[in-house]
C-alpha cells in the first residue's frame, strides 16, 4: 500500500511538471487576470455609461418634460399650476426610474420639488451646481445624504447618484434641474453593460484552451515517448559499454594479469636459485619491473570497470584504486569507515566511486603529491580525498577541473554536495557527502 502511494505521489509530482500542467496553470493564472483587469476595467467604463444614461434621461426630462410644463403660475405657487406639474412630472417619475426631483433658482431655493415639503425652502448651491446653473451642460455625483436638503430620504434605501442640469423659466431666467437616480439603478445598469463583454472574454480564453490544451497534450506525449525512447536507446548504450567494459575487463584479468603473475613468481623463483649475484639481480629487476607493470594494469582494469561496485565492495575498489600510486612515488592511504555503508544505494556507491576516481586520477596526474589520503566515513556518508601537491587556483580554472565541475552536477542530482577546497601551494582537498 505505501509503495503504491508513493508511487501514486510520484506520478502525480511528475504530471504537475509536465508542460500540458504548467500550460494550463500559466492559462487559469492569466484567464484570472484577465478577468480581474477586463471587469475593473469594464466596470469604470459601465459606470461612466450608466452616468452617461442617466444624464442623458435627465437632461429629456428637463427639457422635453419639465421644461415646457414649467409656468409662471407654478413658479407663484399657484395652486392648480402646481398640482398640474406635479401630475405631469410624478407620471414620467414612474417610467424613468427617478427618485427625486428637485428645480433650483440661482439663490438656492427650491422652487419645486416632488418632496412637497422641500419646495420654497432654501439650501446653498455648491461650485458644480452652481458653473452648471451658469455654464450650463450637466454633472453627477453621489449625493450626500447627511446634507439638510436630503433629511426626507430614507436611510436604508441605498445610496442616491444625483444629476443636474439647466433649464429656463418661462421669462428665461436660468433654474436647476436635478434628478436622483437610485445607485442600485446604476448598478445594474452597469452589470447591464459590464455582463456582454465579460462573456466574450471568458468565452475567447476558454475557447483558446479548449482548443490549445489537446494540441500541447499530444505535443507533450509525442515529446515524452521520444526522450523515452531516446532514454531507452542510451541506458542500452550504457549497458553495452558496461558489460564491453566487464568483457575486456575479465580478458585481462584472466589472461594478461595471471600471466604477469606467473612470470613474477617464475622470475623470483630463478633469482632464488641464481648463484651469480650480477645474474640474481637482474632477476629480481625483472620480477620487479613485471609486478610494477601488474600493479598499473590492475590500475587500469579498475578504471575500466571496478570489480563488485556496491556498497559491500567499495573498500576493495578504493583500495584498488590507489594501487598505481607507489610506482609514481606517492603514499596512498586508503582509510574506510564500514558503518552505515550498507544503507548507501547503488547510485550513491555509484557516484562515491566515479568522484574517488576522478580525484585520485587528478592527484596523480597534475598534483605532483607525495602523499595521497583517501578516506570514507559514514553517516552521513563522506567520502574526503586529500593530496599535498601544488593546488591550484579554483577562481582561475572555474572552481575544479572539467571533471569535477560534471561530478558537481551529478552530485547535486542526486541529492549530495560535492566541495573542492584548494589553493597554489597547499593541495587540494576533495569531498563529497552523499544521503543513503
Do not use: C
Amino acid at each position: 500500500m505505501a509503495d503504491r502511494a508513493g508511487a501514486r505521489r510520484r506520478t502525480a509530482a511528475r504530471w504537475w511538471r509536465t508542460p500540458v500542467a504548467v500550460f494550463l496553470l500559466l492559462s487559469v493564472l492569466v484567464l484570472v487576470a484577465l478577468v480581474l483587469v477586463t471587469s475593473w476595467l469594464g466596470q469604470r467604463v459601465a459606470r461612466e455609461e450608466a452616468l452617461t444614461d442617466a444624464q442623458a434621461t435627465t437632461g429629456l426630462l428637463a427639457r422635453s418634460v419639465a421644461q415646457p410644463s414649467l409656468t409662471r403660475g407654478v413658479l407663484a405657487g399657484d395652486a392648480g399650476a402646481v398640482d398640474r406639474f406635479d401630475r405631469t412630472m410624478l407620471a414620467r417619475l414612474d417610467v424613468d426610474g427617478v427618485r427625486r426631483v428637485k428645480i433650483w433658482d440661482r439663490d438656492g431655493s427650491v422652487v419645486w420639488s416632488d418632496e412637497a415639503r422641500l419646495t420654497g425652502e432654501r439650501f446653498e448651491l455648491d461650485e458644480e451646481e452652481l458653473e452648471v446653473l451658469e455654464r450650463g451642460g450637466s454633472d453627477a455625483e453621489i449625493s450626500d445624504l447627511s446634507e439638510p436638503e436630503n433629511r426626507y430620504e430614507p436611510r436604508d434605501g441605498g445610496g442616491l447618484v444625483e444629476v443636474y442640469t439647466r433649464i429656463e423659466a418661462p421669462d428665461g431666467t436660468p433654474l436647476l434641474f436635478e434628478a436622483y437616480f437610485a445607485d442600485d439603478q446604476i448598478d445594474r445598469r452597469q452589470a447591464e453593460v459590464v455582463a456582454p463583454f465579460r462573456a466574450i472574454t471568458l468565452g475567447a480564453l476558454v475557447a483558446v484552451l479548449l482548443v490549445a490544451t489537446p494540441m500541447i497534450w499530444v505535443l507533450t506525449r509525442r515529446l515524452t515517448r521520444a526522450a523515452d525512447e531516446r532514454e531507452r536507446l542510451l541506458v542500452a548504450a550504457a549497458e553495452a559499454s558496461d558489460a564491453e567494459r566487464r568483457r575486456i575487463a575479465r580478458d585481462l584479468h584472466d589472461g594478461v594479469v595471471q600471466d604477469l603473475a606467473g612470470t613474477s613468481f617464475a622470475l623470483s623463483a630463478l633469482a632464488g636459485r641464481e648463484t651469480d649475484p650480477d645474474a640474481r639481480g637482474r632477476l629480481d629487476d625483472a620480477a620487479g619491473s613485471v609486478r610494477s607493470a601488474m600493479r598499473a594494469l590492475r590500475s587500469l582494469l579498475v578504471e575500466i570497470h571496478p570489480p563488485g561496485l556496491r556498497a559491500d565492495g567499495l573498500p576493495a575498489a578504493l583500495q584498488d584504486l590507489t594501487a598505481g600510486a607507489a610506482d609514481q612515488g606517492v603514499e596512498a592511504r586508503v582509510e574506510v569507515e564500514t558503518r552505515d555503508l550498507d544503507a548507501l544505494s547503488d547510485d550513491g556507491t555509484a557516484l562515491v566511486w566515479r568522484v574517488a576516481q576522478e580525484a585520485v586520477r587528478n592527484a596523480l596526474r597534475h598534483a605532483g603529491a607525495t602523499t595521497l589520503v583517501l578516506e570514507l566515513r559514514g553517516r552521513p556518508v563522506t567520502l574526503t580525498v586529500r593530496d599535498d601537491g601544488v593546488g591550484f587556483d579554483p577562481a582561475a580554472v572555474g572552481g575544479a577541473s572539467y571533471g569535477l565541475r560534471g561530478l558537481t552536477s551529478l552530485a547535486r542530482d542526486h541529492g549530495g554536495r560535492l566541495e573542492v577546497d584548494a589553493a597554489p601551494g597547499r593541495g587540494t582537498t576533495v569531498r563529497l557527502e552523499v544521503a543513503p
